[in-house]
């Protein structure tokens, strides 16, 4: 299920041709334009939505229903594709894109959808309403068919929210600590128990280690030698367990807790940890961040759908 929205020029019989509509993409970030369309793909935080360039007619509101207007007045030019069945923070950059669009090229909104704005000014409030008046619909839907409930991966809202300004924040930190300390993106694991938040760490490099569920550990200079050289490896630690080892490191609180880890080389004590680990067997199941749903609106739908 999608939120669709349809952008229109606000003065009657404007046309914007498709080239500058897609040239204006091209200019930013996170953007692929191919054809008539703009995917717009934030790999660090999982967020995609997709502008289309096409000419639409849009339906008279019955307000307007006895004036005359021609049916290319009322033509949409471009259409957005917002997924409703994903996380709330897709609206922490769908928002501002829209806003930037519509700036660049004076245009208005066509909202169709029940308790929607209409037609005319972009509301942001009105948006984000809407919004997840539909995703939790969308919610119900998709938990009343028959789906492995195992399958459905959950997290809380206040920490998605916590884990996307990580990594939508990812680049800055990079640049501001330097290219000698990595910082992680952080990305959700399968398991059991549920989906875990993780975060890679190779060979006890110096990096910035958020706190999550789970450390993944690569092992590349730190594996185990063996008869024809090493062979790379990947080993874990649960965040109870590879915590004690950061404690005389500085840590840094927002916007989740952090150690900074500025070194050349790895203190003695990190390198035995990391090779005193046990390397995974099973195959890792990567959860894709726009494959996590809101906990709280998953169990509302439920209780809901009772």
């Not at 993409?25 to 008539?36: Q, T």
């Not at 997709?50 to 049916?71: D, G, Q």
């Not at 024809?228 to 080892?245: C, H, L, N, Y």
């Amino acid at each position: 299920m999608n939120y669709d929205l349809y952008f229109a020029p606000r003065r009657a019989g404007t046309d914007i041709e498709q080239e500058e509509i897609l040239s204006y993409f091209r200019e930013r970030p996170f953007y692929v334009v191919e054809g008539n369309h703009a995917l717009f793909n934030h790999e660090d935080t999982g967020v995609q939505f997709l502008f289309v360039y096409e000419k639409i007619v849009c339906e008279e509101e019955e307000e307007n229903a006895a004036e005359e207007k021609s049916a290319e007045d009322r033509s949409s030019i471009v259409s957005l594709y917002i997924k409703s069945l994903h996380p709330h923070f897709i609206l922490r950059e769908v928002i501002p894109e829209i806003e930037e669009f519509i700036g660049a090229f004076d245009l208005i909104v066509e909202d169709p959808h029940e308790g929607g704005m209409g037609r005319g000014d972009f509301a942001q409030d009105h948006f984000a309403r809407e919004w997840e008046r539909l995703a939790r619909s969308a919610y119900r839907t998709f938990l009343k068919q028959e789906v492995d409930q195992s399958r459905i991966y959950t997290y809380p809202t206040d920490a998605l929210e916590r884990i996307w300004m990580w990594n939508n924040n990812r680049d800055n930190y990079q640049q501001e600590v330097g290219d000698h300390i990595y910082v992680p993106v952080i990305s959700f694991l399968a398991t059991k128990a549920g989906a875990k938040a993780v975060a890679a760490w190779t060979d006890a490099i110096a990096a910035v280690i958020p706190k999550v569920d789970i450390v993944l550990m690569p092992r590349q200079q730190f594996a185990p030698r063996r008869l024809f050289g090493r062979k790379i490896d990947v080993v874990m630690a649960e965040w109870s367990e590879i915590e004690p080892q950061l404690t005389n490191f500085p840590i840094e609180s927002e916007p989740i807790p952090h150690y900074i880890l500025n070194y050349v080389k790895p203190p003695d004590t990190l390198e035995y940890f990391v090779k005193g680990k046990e390397p995974i067997r099973e195959k890792l199941d990567v959860i894709p961040m726009g494959g996590i749903l809101n906990a709280e609106m998953v169990n509302d739908a439920l209780a809901e759908n009772e």
